[in-house]
Structure formats: C-alpha cells, structure tokens
Nanobody
C-alpha cells in the first residue's frame, strides 16, 4: 500500500482555484505534521504550507492569503485550497507526512499548471 497519495492537480487559468488532497495510509503510525511542498522546473523544492496535528499552520510568504491548508485527522488527510492562482504557482506539488517515529513520507507529486 502506497503510504501517501496526492490528488487534485490540473490545469487552471490565472486567478482560478484548485484543491489538492493528500491521504496517508490508515496504518501510518502517529502522524504529526502534514504539509505541501512544490518544485518548479529548474528550481529547488520549497515548502508551501504545513499543519500540525493540533492545527498550527505555517505558510510560505508567497502564498499567504491565497492558500489554505487544513487536515482531517480522522481520515489522515490534508488539503490545500489554492485560490487566486498565479503562473508562478505552477509546479509539481508534493505532500509530506511526518510521524512520531521520526520518519518522513512523500507522495508521488501532482502537477499544477496555471495558464496566463
């Protein structure tokens, strides 16, 4: 069973919205933080947003006010609502899940394309 699976990417015009979802395996032990990173061609992977089990959130400055991260602990699922998308938001978005055992799990990535 794949530990982490993302969904929800796609093509959207500038100014549009997308909602990404990431489901962690139900057998995963004591999930602490869940977050989203992204990587555009020729650039390093960067943090987009992260949320703790208690609901504390942190965002990259470039997405503050436009993106919202949330999670459903009962479903081991994290969401990223992306509004007012810009061409510079285009990237492969990766979900990262960290558990109490100190392990990090990455999803396979989902492509977000923003047309100008």
């Amino acid at each position: 069973q794949v530990p982490v699976v993302e969904s929800g990417g796609g093509l959207v015009p500038a100014g549009g919205s997308l909602r990404l979802s990431c489901a962690a395996s139900g057998t995963m032990f004591s999930i602490l933080t869940m977050g989203w990173h992204r990587q555009a061609p020729g650039k390093q992977r960067e943090l987009v947003a992260v949320i703790t089990r208690g609901g504390y959130t942190n965002y990259a400055d470039s997405v503050k006010g436009r993106f919202t991260i949330s999670r459903d602990n009962a479903k081991n699922t994290v969401y990223l609502q992306m509004n007012s998308l810009k061409p510079e938001d285009a990237a492969v978005y990766y979900c990262k899940v960290s558990n109490a055992g100190g392990r990090d799990y990455w999803g396979q990535g989902t492509q977000v394309t923003v047309s100008s």
